[in-house]
Nanobody, 130 residues
Framework: QLQLVESGGGLVQPGGSLRLSCAAS????????MGWFRQAPGKEREGVSC????????NYADSVKGRFTISRDNAKNTFYLQMNSLKPEDTALYYC???????????????????????WGQGTQVTVSS
């Protein structure tokens, strides 16, 4: 069974940092594109960041560029989202997701479009408040 489990969420003050982790089980992330998404109360799910299978390509939502960094550690079968300079508007339930990269083009690129991902975690809450 393919499974993703997020961890690392919590309560942090504005300007603080958190690192989210997403551990995979039942499959190896080596062949997958990974992404982070978030959903705030009363809002639609939005894409935050993604990293290609090769690791050579990353994308970020404009709202997090320069503050968040996505990375992957295939040896640990885990990927991460380092979040710095957090703002109250970053408060949301954060989900990790994965989709198998089937072609060379897919292996070298990624998009933060939720419908392209077919393996999802249950989410971890991030609250930014003083």
């Amino acid at each position: 069974q393919l499974q993703l489990v997020e961890s690392g969420g919590g309560l942090v003050q504005p300007g603080g940092s958190l690192r989210l982790s997403c551990a995979a089980s039942g499959f190896t992330l080596d062949y997958y594109t990974m992404g982070w998404f978030r959903q705030a109360p009363g809002k639609e799910r939005e894409g935050v960041s993604c990293i290609s299978r090769s690791g050579s390509s990353t994308n970020y939502a404009d709202s997090v560029k320069g503050r968040f960094t996505i990375s992957r550690d295939n040896a640990k079968n885990t990927f991460y989202l380092q979040m710095n300079s957090l703002k109250p508007e970053d408060t949301a339930l954060y989900y990790c997701a994965a989709v198998r990269a089937m072609t060379t083009v897919q292996a070298m690129s990624c998009r933060v479009v939720s419908y392209e991902y077919d393996v999802w975690g249950q989410g971890t809450q991030v609250t930014v408040s003083s």
